[in-house]
């Protein structure tokens, strides 16, 4: 149905859509062109995708997103591209396995710390965090000013 090689051109992946392929659609592993660009570090290719319409969080048979895909080949690039389209850091393969955890398993240290300080960045900002830290929100309780402490060593 389609196929990416690392000689990949866009003109090649546009040829692709024009014989009525969707841009979502998998072959007998359930990935997606965006797999394929992810997993062969064709950033160019997948930023053209995801233009075109494909999902960033599709899961194949194994449970595994572009991102995934991205992070177990080391690309940087492709997992920069995937993170301005808002793919899901968080999801899971079948194993149980993030990304993130993907990367840093298969060696890609910079990959992995990427990934973490984005999932931490988008934890420590989101409005739904529970345990907000107090440094980074207006907590009468950290203001000396207003914080009556009195009676609390009791």
């Not at 992070?71 to 690039?77: N, V």
Request: proline share 3%; aromatic share 4%; glycine share 8%.
């Amino acid at each position: 149905m389609f196929l990416l090689d690392s000689d990949s051109q866009l003109d090649c992946i546009s040829n692709l859509f024009e014989g009525g392929d969707a841009v979502n659609s998998s072959n007998v592993l359930g990935q997606s062109p965006a797999h394929l660009a992810a997993c062969s570090g064709q950033a160019f290719c997948l930023l053209w995708l995801l233009q075109t319409g494909a999902d960033a969080n599709q899961q194949d048979n194994n449970g595994e997103t572009p991102m995934h895909k991205a992070a177990k080949a080391g690309s940087l690039e492709c997992i920069s591209v995937l993170v301005a389209s808002d793919a899901q850091l968080g999801l899971c393969n079948n194993e149980g396995r993030t990304a993130e955890e993907l990367a840093l398993s298969y060696g890609f240290e910079e990959c992995g710390r990427f990934l973490n300080t984005l999932r931490m960045t988008r934890l420590l900002t989101s409005s739904s965090t529970p345990l907000m830290p107090a440094e980074l929100v207006a907590c009468p309780l950290t203001d000396a000013q207003s914080a009556d402490l009195t009676g609390l060593d009791r």
